[in-house]
């Protein structure tokens, strides 16, 4: 394989990731912002500095990528395997831990709008 075709393929890879992880920190960011119950806004605050971490450390190996596949390397490079077995591991996990951690807020959401309908539903069948 190419080296500038794996580095177009990790590229793609990790660009999918920060999308997701920057989805998940524009919401959590407007959400922080509202008064809500503490142990929630703990959650939010622990899902949102997770998924910025996870976002920086994508910086270094995004200007890689970048480098690499725009730069002037020929494309007559012969990458290691162990190195591009690293480097697709690598972008498979940025990848998979951003869709998890966009899932989870996703999951949260849902689960924090059941227990608001159970709520109510509860104070309407007491009479109240």
Known sequence: MDIKLIAAILLLGRLTAVFFM???LRKQWRLLRLPIDPDI???RLVLFIMCAVILTGNFVPIAIDAATLFGGY???ANPSSLGVLYAFSNCT???VSA????LMYRIAA???VAVVKSDSNEGASNGK
């Open 22 to 24: 920057l989805l998940v």
């Open 41 to 43: 806004k703990t959650f």
């Open 74 to 76: 020929s494309g007559r």
């Open 93 to 95: 996990t940025a990848i």
């Open 99 to 102: 869709v998890l951690i966009w």
């Open 110 to 112: 849902k689960d924090r």
